[in-house]
């Protein structure tokens, strides 16, 4: 159980174009979904808190207007980077909190990113 | 032993010794803390938690030990097998609304056969 699916697992883009990440909790339902980003041999970190049905929560430096979050079901959450360039290519990671858990978060198994 | 450079802090073990990987972490009123082993490629997996009102919580080769007066917290791995090779990440929750997490810097743990 809980477990969490990313699609794709990974892209290679364009410079300029958009690309969206799926992230789904396949076996249970998430009232919260949390997206962070990971640059190589550095942490997690976080990006903004999604909550379904309402607006996403950014973390401060993080462009609300490039990292498109939707989160339109208790299973399914997105993030859509637009316009992406070199700099935004990293490891995008979700995790999933279970609508009955405060504490728990469980990790999707990320999307490697890489803008030409 | 640890090396703090550029790079992302290592340990190196030989197979079967004991490893004690460290974390310091930064709000003392965060309330409940995970350890993550992370894969090459791969999302982090859940190892072991504790809540900020215990001192260790054992599992079946790991245990975690939790100091609030210093705010510090370990990992201890038990007889360390070649598979337990990955990145290890601390993590606070800082509770409230969102309860989100905060991640440590991490610690790379290479076990030398």
């Known amino acids: 159980g809980a477990v969490v699916s990313q699609h794709p697992s990974w892209v290679i883009c364009k410079s300029g174009t958009s690309v969206k990440i799926e992230c789904r909790s396949l076996?249970?339902?998430?009232?919260?979904m949390f997206w962070y980003r990971q640059f190589p041999k550095q942490s997690l970190m976080l990006m903004a808190t999604?909550?379904?049905?309402?607006?996403?929560?950014?973390e401060q430096g993080v462009e609300k207007d490039k990292f498109l979050i939707n989160h339109a079901s208790l299973t399914l959450s997105t993030l859509t980077v637009t316009s992406a360039h070199p700099e935004d290519s990293s490891f995008y990671i979700c995790s999933a909190r279970p609508k009955s858990s405060y504490n728990e978060q469980f990790f999707g198994p990320g999307t490697r990113l890489t803008v030409l | 032993g640890e090396s703090v450079g550029l790079h992302l802090p290592t340990l190196s073990v030989q197979e079967g010794d004991n490893s004690i990987i460290n974390c310091a972490y930064s709000?003392?009123?965060?309330?409940?803390f995970i350890w993550y082993k992370q894969e090459s490629g791969k999302g982090p997996q859940f190892i072991i938690d504790?809540?900020?009102?215990?001192d260790k919580r054992q599992g079946q080769r790991v245990a975690v030990l939790l100091n609030k007066t210093v705010k510090h917290l370990s990992l201890q791995i038990a007889a360390t097998q070649p598979g337990d090779s990955a990145v290890y990440f601390c993590a606070e929750s800082l509770g409230g609304a969102t309860n989100k997490l905060i991640f440590g810097t991490g610690t790379l743990l290479a076990v030398q056969p």
């Open positions: 999604s909550n379904e049905g309402s607006k996403a929560t950014y």
């Open positions: 504790i809540r900020s009102n215990m």
């Open positions: 709000n003392s009123a965060s309330d409940y």
């Open positions: 076996d249970f339902q998430a009232t919260t």
